[in-house]
């Protein structure tokens, strides 16, 4: 039988990575992978229910997701060429990666420049592709640092950028200001401003992409109550787009995916617009009770999450919150500031107060 050594055609960055393995077990309440609470109405589901009937099953999606990507860039005010849809911005996170790697200056690897915590598919994603990823910390308000991140730009020009604002999983978004510090200093890169949380923040940054050439913007469906149809999307120059077009599977978006995507853009925007005014109700109702608990202390969110610091380490915490049923997210093992950090999802109204509930308990355990 012919031999085969996985070792030898592997790239060696690979054995150092693990997958990325969401908690799969079953939990009561489950506020640990940022989804919407569902709060769907009956009428809602019902017409996606008739429009999935009418899906031609036997037919190949359209490869230009031409109806969705006008629905997305009339809701942007952009035009259809300057949009690009994925199976959810991860897809997209990985175009760019793959697509804008051409190693920069006398650099021999193509570079992607990050902060950290930030959202982990970034440096994920690049690793697979064998690139160097630098990753400059947040500042003490989990803010951008100006001189920090132009120190990186000039030890090695990157070819990518990645902010996320709002940040994940800090729920902060970066100063105005130093943001544009960034971009400007990154010239030559693209920077890549990633909003899947926009729809909960105080702040979009449609205008740093039409001030510079060099931005480019990431949205999702999955954040706002349709992270089961796996849809993500950039906004960026026309000449960009063309680009990762030439890399991306041609139906990577499934028929279903764009004729329900382009429903909940056209059609259901009063159901997002529920979803989002009741998880930032909520996410001010969980702060101020959170702020209330001796040793808690909840980070401002512009967010469908919260990031609060505890008084024990994070994952004892965490631990017994798993064991009263609820799943929160723990970033211990990265040690540090992180140790003694949680991320939690807002939810229902009964699964915020069943989060504080048991986090009360653990705490006074
Ligand atoms: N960007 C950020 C900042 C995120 O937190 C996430 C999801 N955790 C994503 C992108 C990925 O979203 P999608 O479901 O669209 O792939």
């Known amino acids: 039988m012919p031999e085969l050594s996985l ?62 990507r006008a629905a997305i860039a009339a809701r942007s005010a952009v035009s259809e060429d300057e949009v690009l849809v994925g199976v959810g911005s991860d897809e997209v996170i990985s175009l760019l990666l793959t697509v804008l790697c051409q190693p920069r200056g006398r650099t021999t690897v193509p570079t992607l420049l990050t902060t950290t915590p930030t959202f982990v598919m970034y440096k994920l994603s690049a690793k697979v592709r064998g690139q160097r990823v630098l990753e400059v910390p947040l500042d003490a308000d989990w803010d951008i640092s100006v001189p920090a991140m132009t120190r990186a730009l000039s030890m090695a020009p990157p070819n990518l950028v990645f902010v996320a604002s709002p940040n994940n999983p800090t729920g902060t978004q970066p100063d105005p200001a130093r943001l544009d510090e960034i971009i400007e200093a990154a010239a030559g890169a693209l920077v890549v401003i990633d909003e ?62 764009q004729e329900l995507a382009t429903v909940v853009l056209e059609e259901l925007s009063g159901e997002l617009a529920r979803v989002t005014s009741h998880v ?86």
């Open 7 to 68: 070792a030898q055609l592997l790239r060696p960055e690979l054995r150092e990575l693990s997958a990325y393995s969401p908690d799969t077990g079953s939990y009561a309440v489950r506020l640990d992978a940022n989804e919407a609470p569902d709060l769907l109405s009956p009428a809602a589901r019902a017409r996606l229910a008739e429009v999935a009937a009418r899906t031609a099953w036997n037919r190949y999606p359209d490869p230009r997701a031409r109806k969705l």
């Open 196 to 257: 899947a949380y926009a729809d909960y923040a105080a702040r979009r940054h449609i205008d740093l992409y039409r001030k510079h050439e060099n931005v480019a913007l990431l949205r999702t469906l999955s954040k706002v109550g349709f992270a089961a149809l796996r849809l993500g999307w950039l906004i960026g120059r026309p000449e960009l787009v063309a680009e990762l077009d030439k890399a991306r599977l041609p139906y990577n978006v499934a028929t279903p995916t």
């Open 280 to 365: 930032m109700a909520e996410r001010e109702r969980v702060s101020q009770a959170l702020a209330a608990l001796p040793g808690v202390e909840p980070t401002p969110s512009e967010a469908n999450f919260i990031w609060l610091s505890t008084p024990l380490p994070a994952e004892r915490v965490f631990e017994g919150l798993k064991a009263r049923g609820v799943l929160v997210r723990s970033f211990h093992q990265r040690g540090g500031r992180l140790a003694h950090r949680l991320r939690v999802t807002i939810g229902t109204r009964e699964q915020n107060d069943a989060f504080l509930a048991a986090l009360g308990d653990e705490l006074s355990r």
